[in-house]
């Protein structure tokens, strides 16, 4: 089971995405991330395996910026709970991210 939030708004998207993911911990997890969009249109991804309180301490140091954005909640079934197995992902061009619930398969 995995948990989606995501804000578009006026207020910076972090502290939003952070309450939200917090709201699901009860669904059960062993990794978390977020996504911003910044206003130059970067993308930030913070993402850490194991509690909510990681990331959100990965998110007080890297201080991402931006109004919208998108976070995840994991629970592993296929790939270990690692930082770089946790959502958000980025396709190759940098330019997207995304989350899901299953399995992608090529």
Known sequence: MCGIVG???NRQASPILLDGLRRLEYRGYDSAGLALLGED??????????????????????????STGISHTRW??????TDENAHPH???SGKLVLVHNGVIEN
């Open 41 to 66: 249109q970067e993308l930030q991804i913070v993402k850490r395996a194991g509690r909510i309180d990681n990331l959100r301490k990965a998110v007080a140091e890297t201080n991402p910026q931006g």
């Open 76 to 81: 592993a079934t296929h790939g270990a709970a």
């Open 7 to 9: 804000y578009i708004g």
């Open 90 to 92: 980025r396709d190759q």
